[in-house]
């Protein structure tokens, strides 16, 4: 007995460096426990930056047996696999395998199995990736081009709405490009009107200014010469024609008779003795003198310029080689002494082709206020029906006539009279050239106003006269003198 136990002893010293199984006799003289075995180190994790977890440590060896008086303890769990690096991705560590058990105790120790090794942490999650950039957003669309302004004669286009601008690439989450701004629209052209003529204000220079088809047909011919002719003076009227200014009548008492625009109505015709009531009464004797547009003193005055085929002035009181055909007429007293006609027609019998009439005349009053009334001279007369005349009717018109019709192209124009009644005025009528061939041309105090030619059914020549035309239609003439080349 005392050997065996002996033996047996002798055998657990021998083996207590570890060995795999432990003892389990029971002795009575059992010496220290054994040193328990030291834990299984775990595997080491992936290393940082792997896709994948790290692997578990792999299991502990068991601890070596206990001391005689130590209990063996198991080997320690292995350690988790080392979270994976950022960015990658960590699959957690195999669990650690455990530790094998502990050598057989020492005699008198009791055998305790190695503890299985702890599961392997988790490598911890990788790091997101970083986000791209946010793309910048795409520039603001450029403005829309300016809208072309109209060309001359058609209402300027508008200018071309801006298209919107193309939104930026996108980088990523860009914003969209702003919309273009509006184009401007284009200034509309001056209208030029469908015959190409750009409408302005109408003056007097021969063309057709406001394209209505009337050349010089100007609304205010005063208002638009008078500051050409800043030196003329003692003008009442202004008129327009053939493309030009000229005087369309003169202040009371005076006339225009060198026919120039420039100075106006030069001539003072109340006191002037060359120009006595009108611009070819020359005041004679040894003292001439005018009143009042009527010589005084000295003997009768003469008409002016020579050339003269008839003058009468008058002033003998008496109308020799007067013819009358209808109405009353008669020499009176009016400051000097004048013919009054009242109806019907007065004239001096000769047979003249080529003739100017000219004659001062004072419209005492008209029959009624129509044109059917009027007052004037008279060239080329025959008959009560066929002669040409220059007349002034109710409305102040100065009309040119043939019988009782008006000439094509001698339209009636102003007289510039104000009032037409009481009013002294010089009238001038030339009428020249053959049957097919009649050139009219007339004139009221100096100032030119009409221009024509009747180119059939003319009058040849004729007789030179006055006339006053309706029932109580009064008139006073003085100077009367006609000429022809």
Not at 36 to 58: H, L
Not at 291 to 312: E, H, K, L, M, N
Request: with cysteine; net charge negative; charged share 10%.
């Amino acid at each position: 007995m005392l050997l065996r136990g002996f033996a047996s002893a002798t055998l657990a010293f021998a083996l207590g460096a570890g060995c795999a199984t432990g003892g389990d006799l029971d002795h009575e003289n059992a010496g220290p426990s054994g040193r328990s075995g030291a834990s299984g180190r775990g595997g080491s994790g992936a290393k940082a930056g792997a896709a994948s977890g790290g692997v578990g440590g792999a299991s502990g060896s068991g601890g070596n047996y206990a001391t005689a008086d130590g209990a063996p303890t198991g080997g320690s769990a292995g350690s988790g696999g080392v979270d994976a690096a950022a960015g990658g991705t960590s699959s957690a560590g195999s669990a650690g395998a455990g530790g094998g058990g502990g050598i057989d105790a020492g005699v008198g120790g009791t055998s305790t199995a190695g503890a299985g090794g702890s599961a392997g942490t988790g490598g911890a999650a990788g790091t997101g990736g970083t986000g791209g950039a946010v793309g910048t957003g795409g520039a603001a669309g450029a403005a829309g081009t300016t809208g072309k302004g109209g060309a001359a004669g058609t209402t300027g286009t508008g200018g071309t709405v801006g298209s919107a601008g193309a939104g930026g690439a996108s980088g990523t989450g860009g914003n969209a490009g702003g919309a273009g701004a509006l184009g401007t629209a284009g200034t509309g052209g001056v209208d030029a009107g469908s015959d190409g003529c750009i409408s302005t204000t109408e003056v007097c220079n021969g063309r057709d200014d406001d394209c209505d088809g009337t050349p010089d047909d100007v609304a205010n011919p005063s208002a638009d010469c008078a500051p050409r002719f800043a030196a003329a003076t003692n003008v009442a009227s202004w008129q327009c024609t053939s493309g030009a200014c000229a005087i369309a009548s003169c202040s009371a008492g005076f006339a225009n008779c060198d026919a120039t625009a420039s100075n106006g109505c030069e001539t003072n015709t109340n006191s002037d003795p060359a120009h006595c009531g009108n611009c070819t009464t020359v005041c004679s004797g040894t003292t001439p003198n005018c009143t009042g547009g009527s010589c005084t003193g000295g003997s009768a005055p003469t008409c002016s310029p020579a050339g003269f085929v008839i003058c009468d002035t008058f002033e003998d009181g008496v109308a020799d080689g007067w013819s009358v055909n209808g109405g009353t007429w008669s020499v009176i007293s009016d400051g000097s002494f004048v013919y009054r006609g009242a109806g019907g027609i007065a004239y001096r019998v000769s047979n003249l082709a080529d003739q100017t009439v000219e004659a001062k005349m004072k419209i005492v009053q008209f029959g009624g206020t129509s044109g059917s009334y009027r007052a004037g001279i008279v060239a080329r007369y025959t008959d009560s029906s066929n002669f040409y005349s220059l007349q002034i009717d109710p409305t102040g018109n100065l009309r040119v006539l043939k019988g009782t019709s008006t000439i094509a192209g001698c339209s009636d124009l102003p007289s510039g009279l104000s009032p037409v009644t009481g009013t002294w005025t010089t009238l001038k009528l030339s009428v020249s050239g053959p049957a097919t061939d009649v050139h009219i041309v007339s004139s009221i105090d100096g100032a030119p106003k009409h221009s024509c030619t009747l180119t059939s059914g003319g009058l040849v020549s004729g007789s030179a006269g006055l006339t006053t035309v309706g029932a109580n239609t009064q008139a006073e003439f003085d100077n009367f003198g006609v000429w022809s080349p």
